[in-house]
């Protein structure tokens, strides 16, 4: 196997800073994109390779021809990207790792658990902030223990803005996530879209309001836990009953193929200005309630999200070469366990 690892979408910020923590823990990155000027600026940072592909399908065949050893794929919407991405890593038994946090892109990597695990290649998928910080803290309160009855997961990311685009992956997942969903009785349904609003006081004092959002931390914590009620919400949801009453008629327009990818190509082209972290840490939370009534409530204390979602794909990277994973289809914390968490710079607090 190659030691190389492949960073699609190579200029754009998560591909950025995963290709930085990269080149910290010495290990040879190359950089995907369409763009040879802004691929060779990005390397620039991390001095890191290059190569040019002009679509998803030229990347695939590049991925074919030159057998790298992981792919890191960055470039969303994740459930148009990674279905040809996985392929063409399945092809040459290449690694895959990709920052999917939405029901649909992660079910879509799961459904390809048996293929993966017969190809004898990982694929790791929710590998940003969202997903492992809030995993891991369910992972690390449920080691040992029989399943619990019910989770709920709150994600309070900080994260500083830089000026630019949007982009195609956080609108794809914010807008695949537009119908609530829950786990209910070990089966996802519906639910109302940024409902269950609790008021939260972090561990450093300050407090946030976190919402239901039907991120991929729903799917992670399920499979992490075996709990039949799974709930999960964010600081990043309104809870305003104005929004929550526009929901329903939004959500049944973006049900048109047509229209959602239409939506995702125009709202990912809305520049935002540059802003400063909010706060000082970004935050796992998680509470988990057992069938006899016990409750247990811990926290995974990190910094700049943004800084974390590249330092997970690069740790999960180096421990693929290694030979440290499994064949089949995992989120982070499934297959390497909640000390990920803490190897990429959290810190647990537990109650």
């Given at each position: 196997m190659s030691a190389q690892i492949w960073v699609l979408g190579g200029t754009g910020r998560s591909g950025r800073a995963i290709a930085a923590q990269l080149a910290q823990r010495g290990l040879p990155a190359v950089l995907v994109g369409r763009d040879a000027k802004r691929l060779h600026a990005a390397a620039e940072q991390s001095a890191a390779e290059t190569l040019v592909a002009p679509s998803l399908a030229a990347a695939a065949s590049e991925i074919r021809r030159q057998r790298p050893g992981v792919v890191i794929n960055t470039v969303g919407p994740f459930t148009a990207t990674a279905p040809a991405v996985v392929d063409a890593c399945r092809d040459v038994r290449c690694h895959y790792i990709d920052l999917a946090n939405d029901v649909a892109a992660l079910s879509a990597v799961f459904d390809m658990h048996d293929a993966a695990t017969r190809a004898g290649h990982t694929l790791v998928t929710g590998a940003g902030f969202g997903v492992t910080a809030t995993e891991s803290v369910v992972v690390k309160l449920c080691e040992g223990r029989p399943a619990p009855l019910r989770?709920?997961?709150?994600?309070?990311?900080?994260?500083?803005?830089?000026?630019?685009t949007v982009g195609e992956a956080l609108i794809g997942t914010l807008l695949g996530g537009l119908e609530g969903r829950r786990i209910t009785e070990g089966r996802l349904t519906r639910a109302q879209m940024f409902g269950d609003a609790v008021r939260l006081t972090l561990p450093d004092g300050s407090?946030?309001?976190t919402a239901s959002m039907p991120l991929g931390e729903l799917l992670a914590a399920q499979r992490a836990s075996g709990a039949r009620h799974v709930l999960s919400a964010s600081s990043e949801a309104p809870s305003s009953f104005v929004i929550r009453a526009m929901m329903p008629a939004v959500s049944m327009l973006m049900r048109s193929e047509w229209l959602r990818s239409f939506t995702v190509r125009r709202l990912a082209r809305v520049r935002v200005k540059a802003r400063k972290r909010p706060r000082d840490h970004s935050w796992g939370h998680a509470t988990i309630i057992w069938p006899d009534g016990e409750t247990r409530e811990g926290w995974l204390r990190l910094g700049d999200a943004q800084e974390y979602t590249g330092a997970v794909p690069a740790e999960i990277a180096r421990r693929l070469l290694a030979g440290e994973g499994s064949p089949g289809a995992y989120t982070p914390a499934a297959l390497f366990g909640p000390a990920l968490a803490e190897s990429c710079g959290g810190e647990y607090l537990l109650a």
């Open positions: 989770v709920r997961v709150d994600m309070v990311p900080s994260l500083a803005m830089e000026e630019g407090q946030v309001t």
